[in-house]
Structure formats: C-alpha cells, structure tokens
C-alpha cells in the first residue's frame, strides 16, 4: 500500500468516532447524545480560543493535534463514562492501549508513531501540553451541563468533589478557568444539580 | 461581559453547529446525515494527516483554525447543499456574511475580527492556505461517498463533472490529491454512481 492509500483507509475507518456516543446530550438537538466526533470539535476549537488561559507556555499546535485524535481509540474501546468505577477505569486503560496499536497502525510508520506518542502523552498527563489539554477535555462538559439543568450530571447523581477531581487539571494549567470551575460547581450545588 | 464570558457564550452557542445536518451521511451509523461539527472534525483531522501533498508551503496552524471555525456560520445560514443552484448559492452567500458578523461577534474583539478575517479567506480561496483548507473540505465528501456507493451523488444524481469543479482546488494546491479524485470519479462514473 502507498502512504497515501494507507492514510485513506485511516479517514474511512475513523468515520467510526461519529458513532460513538457520550453522556453528554446535545441540548439544541432535542437533547439526543453527544458523539466522540462532534465533542473532539468542539475542545479542540475551545482550545484555540482559550489558550492565552494557560499558566505554562503550551504548543497550541500540539495541544490541537492532541485532541484531535484524542478520542479515536474509542472506536474499538467505546466511551466509558468519566465516574465509571476505578476497575472499569482500569479495563479500560488496556483496551484503549490495543485500540491505539490497531488504529494508528493503520497510517504509514511515521504518522503511526507520532500519533501513538501524541495519544499516549495525553493519556499520562504529565507534560503542560497534555494538562491543557485534558483541561480542555473535562471543560467542556462542565459548560454544557451546566448550561442543561445539571445534564449528565444530575442524571447520574454525581457529586461536586467528583466534578472537582476531573477538572483538577485546571488548577494549575489555567487557575482562572479552574477558578471559573470552582464557582460552577458551587452554583450546581446550589441548584441541585450536584450532590 | 468579561473576555472568559463573552467565550463561553460563543462556546455555548457553537454546540448549534451539532444540529445543522449535511446531505452526506454516515455509513457507520445507520446511514444517518452527518452533521457539520463533526464534519469539521473529520476534515480538520485530514488537513494535519494530508499536509505534505500541498504543492505550495502552507501553514497548517492557520489552517487548523479555518477549518475549525469554517462552517460556523451555518448556524444562522444553514448547509446548502454543494450542488444547489446559483442564485441559492448568490443568497446563501449574504446570509452566510451575516451569520459571521453575529456569530464572531460574540468573541472578544481581537479574536472576533481574526476569525470573521480566517472565515473570509476561506470563503474567497485566494491564498494558498485557504485552497487547501478548500481542498480538504471537498476531498471529503468523495472519499465517503466513494465508501457508501455514490451516497449523495447518487441520491442526487450529480455528474463527474461537477465533482471535479468541486474538488478543483486540489488541482493546483495538492496535485497528488487531484489525480485521486479524477481517478475515483472515473470509477464513479463506471460504477453508476456519478453521471
């Protein structure tokens, strides 16, 4: 197969990520499911647009590239809820790492390598690119819940010390958007829509 | 309103963009319509994975951007569809000017005047970052429609020729992509699928 035949079979098969549902809802679409597509969009454009928030220098095209593709072992792994159980997590975590080897193999070695890497440094979130990142990851439906009457959350009857630990990235990557979380949190408390 | 309010409204309405549907559909999920944030995903993704075939240096930062924020103004104009007439396309055209100046309008000044500037050149395809972006917003389409036997082509029953008008900016920014594309709309056509 060509480069290029082998980065084709890649668009085709990552057509996958726009069946992948999340717990989010689309409010302006009768409320219907979020995909994994539709969401990598939607953080990705927010991670443009915030990212002069950010504490450390970031490399904005790294971040992009991050989060882009963020999502695309989903495919095969499926998403499993944020506060899912640890042992979910766990499981999780193995079927994500198969789900990368299988779907970045797809591209010509170079793209396979660089994206693996880019996927697997957003995973550990440990460099400042990928703390941004996750940031934008974990904001995003903070935003949309909070703009649907608690969504998800209420739903599942999650708690603010829960919302507080996703978004703890935050903190120390864009304390003003992690200060803008803490008074989210606060506000759902008071609306009920968090425990 | 502060900067971080004034970004959070314009985040808050961007999931719009969720529920603007396209003609051309996703064959992994049940042959429903695409919708246009997770068409701008998709293509975004492709604009980083495909960027070596531009012809001409481009910078794919600004072209990230682009495509993130190209099909926002759908929101207020809706998709017309690639193949609708000339006057709809000359009234789409107004809207769509419209449509930016509300909708970036939300954003802090700065990056309201960048984006409706980004959108601009998009829309006029002028320079060489734009007809790439063009590029990989037309390329698209053909692969998915190539994947789902002629999909909107044929439910609309386009021609050859007119794919390749559509697809004609690849001509010269990615020379490599284009004889792609000639080559699938002549299996197009051999198939049924394109006129």
Redesign the interface.
Known sequence: MTD?QQ??A???E??????VYRQTT????NDRY??S??H???I???A???KD?AEQPID??RV??ML??HDIIEIDAGDLFAFAETKDHQQQALKEEQAAQRLFGL?PEA?HQEYKSLWFEFEQAETDDAQFAKGMDRI?PL??NM?NQGGSWAKHKISQAQVLARNSYLEKSAP??WQ?VVEQTELAVANGWLK
Chains 1, 2 share one sequence.
């Open positions: 290029l980065q084709l890649f668009i085709i990552i057509d996958k990520l726009k069946a689309v409010k302006e679409d979020e995909n597509a539709e990598s969009w939607h990705t454009l927010i443009q647009l915030l928030y904005i095209t992009v590239k882009l593709i591209l793209q995003l935003v949309q703009n003003k958007l803008y």
